[in-house]
């Protein structure tokens, strides 16, 4: 898989290789791999070649597991398919093309591309009946985890859209996927409920002493995917699943608190339609809940 779109899965079996080309200043670099060894004469295991297509520029990597380190290399194809179809969300314009060999010879091929990155996939999941029109916020900010760590930079970007159909929380970090969050999901929590919250309040949209909505009444409307980037990243776990960066829950959370008040501020017709729903998914809630207990409560006393 590689940058210039490109992607292969070998089907046969053999011992593990891999083969990494690059092409870039007008040169092509090539690496073989074997036993996670490079293969070659010492000092010129790196082969270098002109091209004469000196604007092409892309990585390729060719590989095959070792079958003496893993017990089962069939990876079913669902899983490149998930793979490349979440790089290219967060990799905007670029062509991502999965190739499977169904047959000796014969070659499916599925390309995956967002032009608009985010903002494209966040339209595509809510749909054309969405209440709001897709919205997309970027920023960059610099700080530390703690006063004695360095410095450094991190990119943040987000593309949300409210809806009574669907709903979806994405977090991605230096273009891998957060399946458990972190830092982002704990700022959007924080910030969306905050600027909700006053928002209502403001408007005096509660009953009398009705009590303040909750992340989840926020959540069942929501469709929002964040892609962000830094120059240094704090992962809960080796498994990478979530990250843990203090600065940047901090900085995530500040921008969305200030950017979607303003955008409540600014756009009444969609702040009209994102607090009646959200105080519907409330109100639905605590009846269910009330519901619920009193079910519990009979069926004790029958007991």
Not at 202 to 227: H, M, P, R, W
Request: charged share 30%; glycine share 6%.
């Amino acid at each position: 898989l590689g940058t210039n779109g490109l992607g292969s899965c070998a089907t046969q079996y053999a011992s593990e290789y891999m083969d990494v080309t690059v092409w870039r200043d007008g040169n092509k670099y090539s690496l073989h791999f074997e036993r996670g060894e490079p293969v070659g004469k010492k000092g010129d295991e790196l082969r270098i070649e002109p091209t004469d297509r000196g604007r092409k520029t892309g990585t390729r990597t060719r590989w095959l597991p070792d079958l003496d380190v893993f017990t089962d290399i069939d990876i079913p194809a669902d899983y490149y398919v998930e793979t490349l179809r979440r790089q290219a969300v967060v990799n905007a314009g670029i062509t991502f093309r999965f190739k499977n060999e169904v047959l000796p010879g014969h070659f499916e091929t599925q390309d995956f591309v967002y032009e608009n990155g985010i903002i494209d996939y966040v339209a595509e999941i809510a749909g054309e009946d969405a209440l709001t029109t897709p919205v997309f916020w970027e920023t960059e900010r610099r700080g530390r985890d703690r006063e004695d760590k360095p410095e450094y930079k991190v990119k943040l970007s987000a593309a949300f859209c409210f809806s009574n159909r669907v709903t979806a929380l994405e977090y991605y970090h230096n273009s891998s996927w957060l399946e458990n969050g972190g830092a982002p999901d704990k700022a959007v929590r924080t910030a969306f409920t905050y600027a909700i919250d006053a928002y209502i309040k403001k408007q005096g949209k509660y009953q009398k002493n009705e009590s303040a909505i909750k992340f989840q009444d926020v959540q069942d409307c929501l469709v929002l995917v964040t892609n962000c980037f830094s120059t240094q990243t704090s992962y809960e776990n080796q498994t990478k699943k979530a990250i843990n960066n203090r600065f940047i829950q901090q900085a995530m959370t500040a921008f969305f608190k200030e950017r979607l008040s303003t955008y409540l501020i600014e756009n009444k017709d969609a702040a009209g339609k994102i607090v009646d729903q959200v105080l519907i998914n409330k109100r639905s809630r605590e009846n269910a809940e009330k519901t619920r207990q009193s079910i519990k409560t009979n069926l004790q006393q029958k007991t």
